[in-house]
């Protein structure tokens, strides 16, 4: 099983950062995918980063150039850096961990998700 708690949301200025963290724990394999996802109030939620476990990483259009993942697989954490924050980034911000259910390769994904962390983007 594996559990993830997130930390670092809160009240923002517009303009502000925020920086997100994402500590894994239980049985963390290797090859997994780590995301950030949010949802905004009444609307779905949707993938605002990813980071491979190799370090590849891919972001929403929406955030490109203000947001930063990144990951310390030493310490099976994951970071969101926000910077340039809007008001529009307002949402319960997600952690999730995607990888096998078993340690060979024919064992099927699995998503594993924190309990989220509110960010408020307003003046």
């Known amino acids: 099983q594996v559990q993830l708690v997130e930390s670092g949301g809160g009240l923002v200025q517009p303009g502000g950062s925020l920086r997100l963290s994402c500590a894994a724990s239980?049985?963390?394999?290797?090859?997994?995918?780590m995301n950030w996802y949010r949802q905004p109030a009444g609307k779905e939620r949707e993938l605002v980063a990813a980071?491979?476990?190799?370090?590849?990483?891919n972001y929403a259009d929406s955030v490109k150039g203000r947001f930063t993942i990144s990951r310390d697989n030493a310490k099976n954490t994951g970071y969101l850096q926000m910077n340039s924050l809007k008001p529009e980034d307002t949402a319960v911000y997600y952690c999730?961990?995607?990888?096998?259910?078993?340690?060979?390769?024919?064992?099927?994904?699995?998503?594993?998700w924190g309990q989220g962390t509110q960010v408020i983007v307003s003046s």
């Open positions: 239980g049985i963390i394999r290797t090859g997994n995918t």
């Open positions: 999730n961990l995607r990888q096998r259910i078993g340690p060979s390769f024919s064992n099927p994904l699995a998503d594993y």
């Open positions: 980071i491979s476990s190799g370090g590849s990483t």
